[in-house]
């Protein structure tokens, strides 16, 4: 299933791996699913853990921004995406980031939303599975010790935030669902269910502008115009030299295909002519969740953002159909006049007021301006 030219690392044998572990994640059984199921596994693989159990928001951050990691060989989260992107977000803060990425990280289905873990057993080719068959196949792989490059998106807000994101960014009914339903995570997968059924009954319109930069020049933009080509996919997108005199360890990478949010965006974007969505979604992985297949054409590092967008107007049953249909990947194939689907590189949204909640990686952003 993989790209050709894709290239694996191998881990060492034996392996010391640092396990960051939230146990009150998804319906709060991670720490006794790690017990039972994978610490076994991975003694058999001559994994060597150790276990550092989070106990408030940030824990895990802060841990692997101040941590000397030399110790371990890899980082293996065990949670939901929202203890992913803390950990990225940390990584990303050390002076040391560019040598400390390389350093392999692995996913274990702890939480409610496993989109990176569903997203990762999806391109080693097994079937759509959830619970323990999920955490069965993610712990056989991170057994196997094979690893690959993942393609991160920078995120920048109007307010000066810089984020990194593995997985998504979303406004409007997406991440009112994945918001609204927080109360019911203890139903595990299926409070993303019972979240979507409610925010149809009150489904509302988002106002703002959607700009993207077009992966492939759609027609009528002449393809002199265009941004360099591709950098290849080797994680090294948007890296520029520092100019003399900076410290080049500390630097992150230069975000090299976007303008200030202050200036319009560049003449060879696309802006989006309706300015009413119920959902706005870019995604870079293939799974929203378990049983969400969003963006079937996607991989691991395509170098590509997979942008969707809902135009106001679409009415519930359609919406409803469009959310069944992705639990098999199949929602593009209903030809629904309001759902468009974009590769782009970049893209940037306006919202006319701050209204609605954003998310990064399932974990609420303030309502702003922001590109990625």
Known sequence: VSPPGDTYGVLPRPCRALVLLNPRSGAGRALEDFQAVVQPMLAEADIATTVFVTERPHHAHDKVRDEDLSQWDTLVVMAGDGLLYEVVNGLMERPDWEDILKKPLCILPGGSGNALAASINHYAGNDQVAKKKLLLNCTFILCKGLHTQMDLVSLSTASGR??????????GFISDVDIDSEKYRRLGNAR???????????????QGRLSYLPAVPEQGNSPASR????????????HTVPPAGTEAPAALPADSLLVPLSQPVPAHWTVVPEEEFV????????????????APAAQLHDGCIHLFYLRAGISRVALLKIFLAMARGTHLDLNCPHLHYVPV?????????????MTVDGEALACEPIQG
């Open 227 to 238: 941004d360099p080509p591709v950098p290849a996919p080797n994680g090294k997108a948007g």
């Open 162 to 171: 810089r984020l990194f994101s593995f997985l998504g960014f979303g406004w």
């Open 345 to 357: 590189r970049a893209f940037r949204l306006e919202p006319r007021m701050a209204a609605g909640i």
């Open 279 to 294: 959902t706005v979604y870019a995604i870079y992985q293939s799974h929203l969740g378990t049983n969400l297949l969003m």
């Open 192 to 206: 993303f269910t019972l979240g979507t059924l409610q925010c149809l009954a009150k489904l509302r319109v988002y």
